[in-house]
């Protein structure tokens, strides 16, 4: 699929965050179904370990120095933008952390730029 690189979805972080949030929660399944014999039960505890937005916003904290200027700049417009709701087990501080991490995660992945991607996740999984 080609996106057109003018359109809303390059512009708006939020966007970015929802694609990110996909992205990222299939590839630690992806990752866990790897490295794990368990059964989808135990397989999904794991996970919640990861893409919670409490999780996720510890996450943001321990790979912002691993971050570029531009994403980091990304990061910044995605936790600054007024979200109307988030996670009810979370605080606000911490949701727009996870959106932050979400729409680095969503603008390289639409960017195609796997390489990328694959060096931010690797630090996420092996930093745990």
Not at 45 to 68: C, G, N, P
Request: glycine letters at 4%.
């Amino acid at each position: 699929m080609k996106l057109d690189p003018n359109s809303a979805l390059w512009t708006d972080p939020l966007v970015l965050a929802w694609i990110g949030d996909a992205y990222y929660t299939l590839a630690v399944r992806e990752w866990l179904v790897s490295h794990s014999a368990a059964g989808s039960g135990a397989l999904h505890t794991k996970m919640k370990s990861f893409v919670s937005a409490s999780a996720q916003a510890r996450t943001w904290e321990r790979i912002y120095d691993f971050l570029t200027d531009e994403e980091k700049d990304l990061g910044r417009r995605a936790r600054n933008r007024h979200n109307t709701s988030w996670a009810k087990n979370c605080s606000l501080a911490d949701y727009k952390k996870a959106t932050a991490l979400e729409a680095v995660l969503g603008y390289l992945y639409l960017s195609k730029k796997t390489q990328r991607l694959n060096d931010l996740l690797s630090i996420i999984i092996h930093q745990r």
